[in-house]
């Protein structure tokens, strides 16, 4: 299986201009993640609200793990979350604490990328892909 996720704009890509009425009849509010790579590269990429950061990194080609199709179970898709933004994403469920219990070297910035769903809220949200879940093979797919 192979998750479906639209083709975002480039964050450089040219923003419609079109006003309140314009941006009331876009089904999706474009928003900004920023994603720290283990190299300790980073870079601010769009988001679409309603996607999982797994599916937004992948869409962006960024090759994050993720062998179990983003269901939560096989903690391949661990980012690091710091720590000022703790307080704006979900809590973890107890199935991915379990998950997390499992990822030697994780820690209480920890999470798994296919259990937050972007919103508006997490506008402009950081995150660090960890290392032992950045895909040397950006073949890697999803499911
Ligand atoms: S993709 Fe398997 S736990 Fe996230």
């Given amino acids: 299986m192979t998750a479906h996720v639209p083709v975002l704009r480039s964050a450089s890509a040219p923003h419609s201009t079109g006003g309140a009425a ?3 009849a876009e089904p999706h509010q474009m928003l900004k993640l920023t994603v720290r790579l283990p190299g300790g590269d980073a870079l601010t990429v769009d988001a679409i609200e309603g996607l999982r950061l797994v599916e937004l990194l992948r869409a962006h080609e960024l090759p994050v793990k993720a062998e179990c199709g983003g269901a939560g179970v096989c903690a391949t898709c661990h980012i690091r979350i ?3 933004w703790q307080d704006q994403i979900p809590e973890a469920s107890d199935e991915e604490l379990a998950r997390l ?3 030697p ?3 209480d910035s920890s999470r798994l ?3 937050i ?3 508006r809220d997490l506008d402009g949200l950081e995150l660090e892909i960890a290392a032992d879940s950045y895909a040397a093979d950006k073949h890697t797919t999803i499911g």
Avoid: L, W
């Fill in 101 to 103: 219990d499992e990822i």
């Fill in 105 to 107: 070297g994780a820690c």
């Fill in 117 to 119: 769903e972007m919103n």
């Fill in 22 to 24: 314009a941006a009331a």
């Fill in 82 to 84: 710091p720590h000022h």
């Fill in 113 to 115: 990328a296919c259990q």
